[in-house]
């Protein structure tokens, strides 16, 4: 993408950029839009994860444990919906007024959260934020990569992925500690605010929407191995994720509860740092070469955390599995974003999103039967185990070379370039 935002990426297997002569000036990487367009992302960022612990704590309240969950589970049930119907709401409306209306469903249910207590009403605020949620991530996902240099795409993402990751490292403690001091309905209405407060920056930004090329739809591009590959690689590892994050403070005996903490910052840390890396690197040389240390790392690094017992084991397991998981994060959705038209960016937006969100819920929840029959270290290691799997997938994009870009006309009108896997 070296003159319009429009230009479909290149469709190199390994998303290469061409090479370029010493004397090629690299287009910047910051544009008025994409600092409009991080306006949006920390509104939403801050709105959600404000109020992630703290809705299931009020509903708690009303209903118990079994109402914490119920509100857990219909937000992100509701957001995994949203990320599958999107698409098709951005190729009919476009990016913008897609973002406003996630943007708008995600703010204005959390004005009116508090206005009962009853189980009922929680979990409707619920689902509505969740299809909120999935607005405007993938929607706004797909506008930020129209953004993006081509050039530049790895380390734009990269960038992207700090900007939005920040606000929720901060939001969600905050929340909690705001609802302790000043009460749920603090809580709500601030993060109501910082979502619909975000709208009129939405106003500032392009609408980029390709119209021109049929957009390739999700079950489609789940029967694309260019897209697929890189889905179940990243999902693998944000399965291993969901596990840390909901297991590792139950794993480590309770008289290290601090050593948790530290685990998961450094956890936290390495992952932003490695997906910075990851972007630096993909922009030269390639993001598919790193798809698969991605995935070793993640596995490697939770196979260090078995040893609970352990708090070196524990914090260096972290930061492996954070390393990798960065690594993986960022390598995945530039090959995809590389791999189709910019009419099919909202396709890999959710195909990407629908991988974090499934792969850390259905982590969470197998893990739990598994270290039921196994204990936790046991655990750790066999899900680490069951990871390689995607390394059939994984060394199977290394091996394949010439993939065609994935647009509907790629599959199923022209004939697919000679060597390529368009499946």
């Given amino acids: 993408m070296t003159t319009s935002p429009n230009t479909p990426p290149s469709a190199s297997t390994d998303a290469r950029p061409p090479a370029a002569s010493p004397k090629t000036v690299r287009p910047p990487l910051l544009s008025r839009p994409l600092l409009l367009r991080f306006v949006s992302m920390i509104g939403a960022s801050l709105s959600f994860f ?32 949203g990320e599958l119907i999107t698409p098709r709401l951005v190729a009919r409306y476009g990016y913008r007024t897609v973002l406003m209306a996630g943007l708008f469903l995600l703010g204005a249910p959390a ?38 240099p081509a050039e530049r795409r790895g380390e734009g993402l990269a960038l992207v992925g700090v900007v939005s990751g920040v606000p929720s490292l ?25 979502s619909l407060a975000a709208i009129v920056s939405v106003l ?31 999902a693998a590892t ?37 997906r910075w890396v990851s972007g630096r690197f993909g922009d030269r040389h390639g993001s598919a070469r790193l798809v698969l240390p991605g995935l070793l790392l993640s596995a490697a690094g939770l196979l260090i955390t078995a040893a609970t017992g352990s708090a070196l084991a524990v914090v260096a397991g972290a930061a492996v599995f954070g390393a990798g998981f960065g690594l993986a994060q960022n390598a995945t959705l530039t090959l995809m974003y590389a791999r189709v ?28 039967i598994l270290a039921g029959v196994t204990g936790y270290p046991w655990a750790f290691a066999v899900t680490a185990l069951l990871m390689l799997g995607a390394l059939v997938p994984a060394l199977r994009d290394r091996r394949i070379t010439g993939t065609p870009t994935v647009t509907a006309a790629a599959t199923s009108v022209h004939p697919p370039v000679p060597g390529a896997d368009p499946r």
């Fill in 170 to 194: 901060v939001a969600l403690p905050l929340g909690l500690w705001l609802a302790g001091h000043a009460g749920y309905g603090t809580v709500a209405v601030i993060g109501g605010v910082a």
């Fill in 341 to 368: 038209s910019a009419s099919s960016f909202g396709t890999v937006s959710a195909l990407w999103n629908l991988a974090y969100d499934g792969g850390m819920g259905v982590g969470a929840a197998g893990f739990g």
């Fill in 204 to 234: 500032g930004l392009p609408d980029r929407q390709a119209k021109s090329e049929e957009t390739v739809g999700v079950l489609r591009g789940l029967r694309t191995g260019a897209l697929l590959r890189p889905v179940i690689v990243f």
């Fill in 50 to 81: 404000l109020l992630l612990s703290v809705v299931p704590a009020y509903a708690a309240e009303a209903g118990g444990g079994g109402a914490a969950g119920l509100a857990t589970g219909s937000l992100m049930a509701a957001t995994v919906l």
């Fill in 111 to 148: 004005l009116v959260l508090t206005v009962s207590g009853n189980v009922a009403w929680i979990v409707a605020v619920c689902l509505v934020r969740g299809l909120g949620f999935a607005l405007t991530i993938v929607a706004g996902g797909a506008l930020t990569a129209t953004l993006i």
């Fill in 238 to 274: 944000a399965t291993a994720a969901g596990i840390l994050v909901t297991f590792l403070p139950l794993a480590v005996p309770s008289a290290s509860a601090g050593l948790v903490a530290v685990a998961l910052f450094v956890q936290t840390a390495a992952s932003t740092l490695f």
